[in-house]
């Protein structure tokens, strides 16, 4: 197995021979913005919407190479709390794209033993999105390779305002102490309760900033950042975004 996967990297990297990986010590929690879909598609002449199903298609690749080097968690920020603003039309084509890939993701992510969870507020989505993201979460929930969370309706303040009206809640009945209360108790209120922190979190399409993702999450994450539009992110991108966070020393505030 790890004489296959060698090769595979190598064949990957054989044109980037700057690219060095130890896919022993990978990151074991990677979290991605995915973005650059709308752009990308105006270069070309495109609508919108066929970026973001170009997006979409660049989400399976990344998430089944992820789980074929053995990254254990990967997170994707599919649709925010701010991108109800954008047209309608874009974001019922969005909610059709959403709904057609995690149909796509129960018969074929399931296949290769990944488990998907979706994380944010899904009560305003519609209830055909609803019962979906359950029927794929019961049925991929054994699988024991990469999970892959995907971040819909999605917001880090809300996240945090959501985590302090059920630390509040818990208090008045009490449930919990206020002198209980710490980083680790406020993390077990987040939707991403259990797991561990980002290590790298990755932003395609020249933008530099977390756009309101993981902002708990992410206090001492590495950010690393590219000009590729994101349906234009392939296997070797990401090699070397995990090569570049492989060079650096992780000190956690200290020495």
């Known amino acids: 197995m790890a004489f296959n996967l060698y090769h ?26 995915m973005d ?25 690749r990344i ?4 789980n074929e080097i053995g990254v254990k968690i990967l997170t994707v ?6 991108n109800w603003r954008r047209p309608q039309e874009e974001v019922d084509a969005l909610m059709r794209l959403l709904l057609e890939y995690l149909k796509d993701a129960e018969r074929q992510l399931a296949g290769k033993n990944i488990a998907i969870k979706v994380i944010g507020d899904i009560s305003v989505l519609s209830q055909e999105i609803q019962e979906q993201i359950i029927k794929t979460e019961n049925l991929t929930k054994s699988n024991s390779g990469l999970l892959l ?9 809300a996240e945090v305002v959501n985590a302090v009206k059920q630390i509040a809640t818990d208090v008045q009945n009490g449930k919990i102490q206020i002198t209980d209360i710490n980083e680790q108790l406020i993390s077990n209120y987040m939707y991403t309760k259990g797991l ?16 309101n993702f993981l902002l708990w999450q992410s206090a001492y994450s590495e950010l690393w950042f590219s000009n590729i539009y994101w349906p234009s992110f392939t296997p070797k991108h990401l090699l ?15 020495i």
């Open 196 to 211: 561990k922190d980002p290590d790298l979190i990755i932003r395609p399409s020249g933008e530099l900033r977390l756009s």
């Open 149 to 157: 969370n995907i971040a819909i309706n999605y917001g880090g303040r």
């Open 63 to 66: 998430t089944e190479f992820c």
């Open 240 to 254: 070397k975004a995990i090569s570049d966070y492989q060079q650096r020393n992780r000190r956690f505030g200290g």
């Open 77 to 82: 920020y599919a649709f925010s709390t701010e």
């Open 8 to 33: 595979f990297i190598k064949k990957i990297t054989t044109k980037s021979s700057n690219i060095q990986i130890d896919y022993t010590k990978l990151p074991e929690h990677i979290a991605i913005i």
């Open 36 to 60: 650059g879909n709308g752009r990308w598609a105006e270069k070309q002449g495109l609508p919108r919407t066929a970026g973001h199903k170009a997006g979409a298609n660049t989400l399976k």
